[in-house]
C-alpha cells in the first residue's frame, strides 16, 4: 500500500531565522507605543493658543476610571423593629369558644384571660371522677377497721388502697383539662391578629391569636461579617425609621453565633433607647454605625 511520506522537518537555521523575526517585529511595535506615549505627554504639555496655561501631564494610570472603594467608616443598613416577646396562641383541648375578652389589636395585661372555652362536659366527667376519688376513701377506712378486727385479709386492704390512688390519678387528670378551658397572658401586651370568633369549635393545636409583647421592642438587621473587627454589645448606633421619619439612638445587644458563609454576614440586635410610644412593631428604616 502506497503511504504518503511525512514532512520534512525544517532545519535549525530556519527557525533560528523565523525566531529573530517575531523578536525584531516585537521590538517595533514597543517602539512605536512609546513614541505615542512621548507625543501625547509633549502635546498635553504644548501651550494652548492665545497663551493659554499648558495642559496638565496626565498619567494613563491615573486616567482609568476609578473603582469604587468600600466604606469602613460609614455604613447604612436596612433593619426592622421586632417584638422581644411574641407568640401564637392555641387550643390544647377541642371545644367551643365561649369568650374572648381582648379583641384584635387591644392591649391585656399578663395574667388576664384571653380565652375561654365551654367545657362543661369536661366538669361534669369531673365531677365523676371526685365523687368515684370519694368512694374509694371511704371503702379503704372501712377496710382499714375490719384490718383492725382481723375480719378482712392483707390482699383486700392493698386493693383499696389502689383503687383510691387510682381514682385520685382520674380527678387530676380531668382537672388537667379543666385548667386548659382557660387561656391566660402569658406576658403584657396587645393581640396582633385574632384567627377564631366566639362560639367556633376548635381543634386541639389549632392557632387562634397571635400576641406581642410591644413594651419592648428591637432592631434585626444582617450586617457585613467584616464589622466583627470592631462591633460590639453596647455600642451605639443611630436608625431613621421610614414611617415616622425620626432618627433614634440605639444600642447593640445581641451578635449572632454564627456567620452565613454564602452572603459573609451575621444577624444582630440592638435596642432603641427610651420607649418611643410611637414605634410600632413591623417598622423599618436605615441603621447608620460607625466603628468606635
Known amino acids: ?61 491615573l486616567a482609568m476610571p476609578a473603582m469604587a472603594l468600600p466604606a469602613t467608616t460609614r455604613q447604612e443598613i436596612r433593619a426592622q423593629l421586632t417584638p422581644r416577646r411574641y407568640t401564637t396562641i392555641a387550643a390544647e383541648v ?32 369531673r365531677d365523676k371522677a371526685r365523687a368515684e376519688l370519694e368512694g374509694a376513701q371511704a371503702s379503704l377506712r372501712a377496710n382499714q377497721r375490719l384490718a383492725e378486727l382481723n375480719s378482712v385479709g392483707q390482699l383486700e386492704l392493698d386493693l383499696a388502697r389502689v383503687s383510691v390512688t387510682r ?76 414611617e415616622t421619619r425620626k432618627t433614634y439612638n440605639a444600642r447593640f445587644t445581641r451578635i449572632g453565633a454564627k456567620v452565613d458563609p454564602v452572603s459573609q454576614s451575621i444577624k444582630v440586635a440592638a435596642t432603641i433607647d427610651g420607649s418611643p410610644a410611637e414605634l410600632v412593631a413591623g417598622m423599618s428604616g436605615r441603621v447608620v454605625a460607625a466603628p468606635q
Open 167 to 242: 381514682a385520685q390519678a382520674e380527678l387530676a387528670t380531668h382537672q388537667a383539662v379543666i385548667d386548659k378551658c382557660t387561656i391566660k397572658a402569658p406576658f403584657p401586651g396587645r393581640v396582633a391578629e385574632q384567627k377564631v370568633r366566639e362560639q367556633q369549635f376548635v381543634q386541639p393545636g389549632q392557632a387562634m391569636l397571635d400576641i406581642l409583647d410591644d413594651t419592648s421592642l428591637e432592631l434585626e438587621f444582617l450586617v457585613p461579617s467584616s464589622w466583627l473587627r470592631w462591633l460590639k454589645p453596647g455600642q451605639a448606633l443611630k436608625v431613621t425609621i421610614d
Open 94 to 125: 377541642g371545644a367551643r369558644i365561649k369568650s374572648l375578652p381582648v379583641a384584635e389589636a387591644g392591649a391585656f395585661t399578663e395574667g388576664q384571660l384571653l380565652v375561654g372555652f365551654d367545657c362543661s362536659v369536661q366538669e361534669a366527667q
Open 1 to 61: 500500500m502506497h503511504q504518503k511520506p511525512f514532512p520534512a522537518r525544517p532545519k535549525a537555521g530556519t527557525l533560528l531565522q523565523h525566531a529573530t523575526s517575531y523578536k525584531t517585529a516585537a521590538g517595533r511595535l514597543a517602539g512605536v507605543g512609546a513614541l505615542l506615549l512621548a507625543c501625547t505627554v509633549a502635546w498635553a504639555q504644548t501651550p494652548a493658543a492665545g497663551g493659554a496655561p499648558a495642559r496638565p501631564a496626565v498619567d494613563p494610570l
